[in-house]
Antibody, heavy 117, light 111 residues
């Protein structure tokens, strides 16, 4: 069974750094792109970027380029989304999802990130 | 503003049929890129509902169907049920952005 399990909720202060994770299981982690999607409170889905764990090829949405870093450690089947300096506007639910063709077939349960002073 | 435009809300009575539109442009849907649909029940992660315009993943009832024409796509839900009350999102690829794009989402209310 394909599963994407994300790390738990985080509460951080503005300016702090953060790295959240997404662990894949039940399939060959290195052969599917993993994407990250943001959902701000009460808002819609926004595509942030994707990574191919096989060779760490990474693509970013122009809206998120330079704002976050996407990475992966294929030895432990885990993808990451990280911030070097959080802002209050980063408060959101973040989902990872496995890409099949052009769609996202499997989704993680989401990680809620709250940034507040 | 989302690259793909959806109505903010639609509603229908149980048993009725509703449709949700997704309008794009010549750099995404109009360029021939497939459209996919997701259902997000309250407090849960999105779930794939329709892929490649009109294909249903295993386990999705045939009450859900998708179509695409020109620069637009549609999701149709027949025999509305209370459990269909959710947010629905379309998704495609945009060549000018070189990445995936989502519609703004449509809230379906079952009256």
């Amino acid at each position: 069974e394909v599963q994407l399990v994300q790390s738990g909720a985080e509460v951080k202060k503005p300016g702090e750094s953060l790295k959240i994770s997404c662990k894949g299981s039940g399939y060959s982690f290195t052969t599917y792109w993993i994407g990250w999607v943001r959902q701000m409170p009460g808002k819609g889905l926004e595509w942030m970027g994707i990574i191919y764990p096989g060779d760490s090829d990474t693509r970013y949405s122009p809206s998120f380029q330079g704002q976050v870093t996407i990475s992966a450690d294929k030895s432990i089947s885990t993808a990451y989304l990280q911030w070097s300096s959080l802002k209050a506007s980063d408060t959101a639910m973040y989902y990872c999802a496995r890409k099949e063709g052009a769609h996202f077939a499997y989704w993680g349960q989401g990680t809620l990130v709250t940034v507040s002073s | 503003q989302s690259v793909l435009t959806q109505p903010p809300s639609v509603s229908g009575a149980p048993g009725q049929r509703v449709t949700i539109s997704c309008t794009g442009s010549s750099s995404n849907i109009g360029a021939g890129y497939d459209v996919h649909w997701y259902q997000q029940l309250p407090g849960t992660a999105p779930k794939l509902l329709i892929y490649a315009n009109s294909n249903r993943p295993s386990g999705v009832p045939d009450r859900f169907s998708g179509s695409k024409s020109g620069t637009s796509a549609s999701l149709a839900i027949t025999g509305l049920q209370a459990e269909d009350e959710a947010d629905y999102y379309c998704q495609s690829y945009d060549s000018s952005l070189s990445g995936s794009v989502f519609g703004g989402g449509t809230k379906l209310t079952v009256l």
